[in-house]
């Protein structure tokens, strides 16, 4: 399974799993079964930022600063940073241009 491919659902998962998680624990319902689904938002979670960064650190578009800004910003604000990467930041990183020459423009 390509990167691509599975991180969506880690992100995905992630979210609903801690957004669960989070209203079991407030609303004190279920008993523990707040604190297991925020364990399973955690490790969606740390799924999601781990395939996050090893795409930005493949990335040639990225600068070294910025590769480093995503890397503090996944390990110290990480829910708000995953959601900027997720709807902001990759479309630019993970862009690919269709390079075609200016003679393919004329020729049709």
Not at 24 to 31: M, R, S
Not at 46 to 52: D, E, P, Q, V
Request: net charge positive; glycine share 6%.
């Amino acid at each position: 399974m390509k990167n691509n491919e599975l991180l969506r659902p880690l992100f995905y998962f992630s979210y609903a799993a801690f957004l669960t998680g989070s209203a079991l624990k407030i609303t004190h319902t279920a008993g523990s079964l707040g604190k297991i689904t925020l364990a399973f938002a955690a490790v969606f979670f740390i799924g999601f930022m781990i395939l996050s960064l090893a795409e930005i650190y493949r990335s040639k578009r990225l600068v070294l600063s910025e590769k480093i800004m995503w890397t503090v910003g996944f390990l110290f604000f990480n829910l708000i940073t995953g959601l900027l990467y997720f709807f902001m930041g990759r479309n630019r990183i993970t862009r690919t241009y269709n390079l075609r020459s200016p003679l393919d423009r004329h020729s049709s």
